[in-house]
């Protein structure tokens, strides 16, 4: 059974830093990219990042690039999404979701649960 | 960037009657030499994370009900629920994969008259 685990999400203050992780289970984990898709309160769907299978390629929206940091350890099984300098429309619930390939962002056959990121003062 | 524009904002429906939900892209979502347009759908029920239902526009996930359907081709799609459930009570999104980033429509939220 394929499963996401999503972590880290906690109250922050703006201008702080903060780690999410996504721990993933029942797949080979090397063989899909996986993205993070946020949720704002009482709002849509706004992907953030992806990265690839090998970790060789990633992706950012423009509304986090030069700010969040997307990896992965293949090894753990786990992707990581490092945020920095978060402001209050960070604050969200996050999404880890696995795609159907390994190389970009098609579409997600499975989402974790989220984290909750707040970002205030 | 491709920008995906859900309609309507919200519908209630009858139980066991049709619902249908349309999703525009800003440009084609189609892949011509694969014949494929890069469009899904998906369903998130309050509390919940979206659920894959449709993708390649009209191709079923696993384990979907069979009341539920995609069509459209180019820049027009269409989510059908041909006899609403109250278990289909929940927001829908429509989502382009044609290009980086990936765009989700604003949403549908869908309830019961």
């Known amino acids: 059974e394929v499963q996401l685990l999503e972590s880290g999400g906690t109250l922050v203050q703006p201008g702080g830093s903060l780690r999410l992780s996504c721990g993933a289970s029942?797949?080979?984990?090397?063989?899909?990219?996986v993205s993070w898709v946020r949720q704002a309160p009482g709002k849509g769907l706004e992907w953030v990042s992806a990265i690839s299978g090998s970790g060789a390629s990633t992706y950012y929206a423009d509304s986090v690039k030069g700010r969040f940091t997307i990896s992965r350890d293949n090894s753990k099984s786990t992707v990581y999404l490092q945020m920095n300098s978060v402001r209050a429309d960070d604050t969200a619930v996050y999404f880890c979701a696995k795609d159907i390939e390994s190389s970009s962002s098609y579409y997600f056959d499975y989402w974790g649960q989220g984290t909750l990121v707040t970002v205030s003062s | 960037d491709i920008v995906m524009t859900q309609s309507p904002d919200s519908l209630a429906v009858s139980l066991g009657e049709r619902a249908t939900i349309n999703c525009k892209s800003s440009?084609?979502?189609?892949?011509?030499?694969?014949?494929?347009?890069?469009l899904a759908w998906y369903q998130q029920r309050p509390g919940q994370p979206p659920k894959l239902l449709v993708y390649w526009a009209s191709t079923r996930e696993s384990g979907v009900p069979d009341r539920f359907s995609g069509s459209g081709s180019g820049t027009d799609f269409t989510l059908t629920i041909s006899s609403l459930q109250a278990e289909d009570v929940a927001v829908y999104y429509c989502q382009q994969y044609y290009i980086t980033p990936p765009a989700f429509g604003q949403g549908t939220k869908v309830e019961i008259k």
């Open positions: 029942g797949f080979t984990f090397n063989n899909y990219a």
């Open positions: 440009q084609s979502l189609l892949y011509n030499s694969k014949n494929k347009n890069y």
